[in-house]
């Protein structure tokens, strides 16, 4: 597809910013209602706990408080004690237990506060959940799902034990499904697929969306996981990224239109497994690649993607792969400094115009 | 009360089945015939069987990396058990965990458990499942004497506490952590006293005697059956193999060994038997030789049975 020619015309009077409108995901004569992020995933709780009784929530302070991030607020009152149910501060357990109500056909949906935490559960998450379908030969299946809020920046961090983006520990374990939606629609979509999945999923949400609105559909609906989402069309330029990295790279595209730059915007909202097609196939259409996340650069989902690209599209690429990503450091607190360790539309608006020389 | 004397007689035959198998499974291992590592429960045979015989079928245990004796107790086959430990596809895991990782769902062993601690969590989740949907079942994990040590092992007994949940938590210290003596990783004499901690009963009894077991377990189970809430069973016994088969010792004595061998459970048991009139020692030797011939059938179909197809290599990652 040839690059679209700059046009006076589709200039608005103000430049693009961070807003709801840069995605759209629910058709005109759809019924939907604009809510948060945080809504959606607490709506999808609700429907699927209403839908299904096996299917119970338990974490640290996830009852009346609602947890650390008030998702789970109102559950505790519509569901009771028993199907929101308050832990003891025992990660490793709390895991551990929703894997043996797993194994006897519940569906719990466990929260851990800060995907930071993940660490005092690694063993049950990796180990156990992950390894009992295959060491026992297919007789065990594991259907839960561990809500974590991870990722910082813009002034929601709480320096180094509570911003991590670590998408990729959970995504190196085979027998585990990663996912990481952007936005409202698909944090819920992809979360009653993950409850309804016969299989471990860790389901990362990203702090700094809670507050992002946009509309969902009123009748129930899922989004099947594994797929990558082209959120947005375009001829010239792949961007694949996830999270909030998906919020940077569609401003980022709205900028570049403006230059005649034609942007498409790949969401990896499925984390593991990979959806390689999807990126191989943009990848083959535009040839060129600028691939964004959060999390760390080294040994980082960029990386990985950056792979995929070349071993489904190398034989289309008209520049190198460009990779941004969250730089290799522990999270420091201040803003000041905090602002430097995560990349945002800027940085993609730098390297789209790299590869396009 | 002693139970009937069937109940006494297959408590006997599954200890000498028990035996059979890790004498079995231990000499397959030094002829180079099972790969990796066989962990023998030599010695323990008493709270594998006094503790699954006080269960019901529905009820479900959770194992340990030496485990062989608790799905025999709980009723596995000794044929599908050994397929497994040679890696072969009839085995109860299509091969696919060997002898670590040996469960049998059909008799409620929910698997067994390669990281010392790590069962603990999966019996107070599946006894949470248990409570919410009404079923008067019972959870039961087995953990070393190590195993007390670690983090989960705690989390669990006092989630099970707050929760009041129908598990029965079996610790059987068998005195060692691979080589390191339980003395000198813990500085209290009597474990049972860690149940204080969670208020929940702690329940010391002889882990060589069946009988001691099985009355603590059948009490214990009954406890959280009720609805009573969990329960702490230690069962007191001893290591007689090293930590795996061919495992060099260099840690012990012999002499400790051999101090502890006078209270083998199995012979323990049949002169229990023989004395209060249960059963003869012909009848004994019967189930003796009868135990034997079902583990050399159990090898003959193992050695029988085809290994795993390698295109089914990625088989069973996902549901």
Redesign the interface.
Known sequence: MAAKKWDATSLSATAPTMSPNLISQVADDVPAQEITYQEAIREALREEMTRDESV?LLGEDIAKHGGAFGVTRTLFDQFGP??VRN??I?E??I????????????R?VAEIMFVDFSGLAM??IA??AAK????????????WVLRMPQGGGAGKSTAAQHSQSLEVWFAHI??L?VVLPSTPYDAKGLLKAAIRD??PVIFLEQKFLYSFRGLVPDDDYVIPLSQCDVKRSGGDVTVVASGYMVWHAMLAAEILAREGIDVEVVDVRTVS?LDEDTIGRSARKTGRVVLVAEACRSYGPTGEWAMVVMEHAFDYLQAPIVRIAGRDTPVPFADSIEKGVWPDSEDILRAVRGVME | MAPDTATQIKMYRQMALIREFELAAMDLFKRGQIKGAVHPSIGQEASAVGVCMALDHDDLIVGTHRSHGHNLAKGASPERMMAEILGKDTGYCKGRGGSMHIAAFDTGSLGALGVVGAGNPLAVGAALAFQMRGERRVAVPFTGDAGTNTGSWHESLNMASVWNLPVVFVLEDNKYGVSTHIRDSTNIDDLSIRAQSYGIPGVLVNGFDVLAVYEAATEAVARARAGKGPTLLVAEAYRFEGHYAGEPEVYRERSEVAEHRKHDPLTHFRRVLVDTGVASSEELDDVDSAAKDEISAAIEFAKASPDPDPSTAMDYIYA
């Open positions: 119970f028993e199907r832990t003891p025992s490793a357990t895991v551990g237990a929703a894997t043996g109500a797993a194994l006897v056909g519940m719990p063993d049950q180990n156990q009992l379908r295959l060491m026992t030969g297919g007789q065990a299946s594991v259907p085979p027998g499904k016969d299989n497994p």
